[in-house]
């Protein structure tokens, strides 16, 4: 086995970043025991047994499958979303808040664009 680190960043919480005692972003780090290969796998006794690996492939494919419906089933929903106004305005505000704008101006712009 090997050590490795793992580390990551929490930039939110809930959508938000104003928790009492806290400052965003949050950082966690600490060390992750890790098998090198498949015989140190089988003589630590943590090899997945067939029903294991049966689970395994079949979540994967459930989850697979699921999400194409998922897409499938939203697909009007998405095209319907990206036609209203509210969609619209959002990223107009947004391109020009990027090009220099103000939030402020950007909304008037959008505003005075879209109606």
């Not at 972003?25 to 049966?54: Q, W």
């Not at 998922?70 to 979303?81: D, V």
């Amino acid at each position: 086995m090997k050590t490795e680190q793992i580390e990551g960043q929490i930039d939110s919480y809930q959508g938000r970043t104003d928790w009492p005692g806290l400052t965003f972003p949050l950082t966690f780090a600490g060390p992750v025991e890790v098998f090198e290969n498949v015989a140190e796998l089988k003589n630590a006794g943590a090899f997945p047994s067939d029903a294991d690996v049966l689970e395994m492939v079949n979540s994967k494919r459930f989850a697979t499958e699921k999400a194409k419906l998922y897409q499938n089933a939203t697909k009007p929903l998405k095209a319907a979303y990206e036609d209203s106004s509210d969609y619209k305005r959002k990223n107009l505000v947004k391109a020009a808040v990027a090009a220099g704008y103000s939030q402020a101006d950007a909304e008037a712009f959008a505003a005075q664009k879209l109606g």
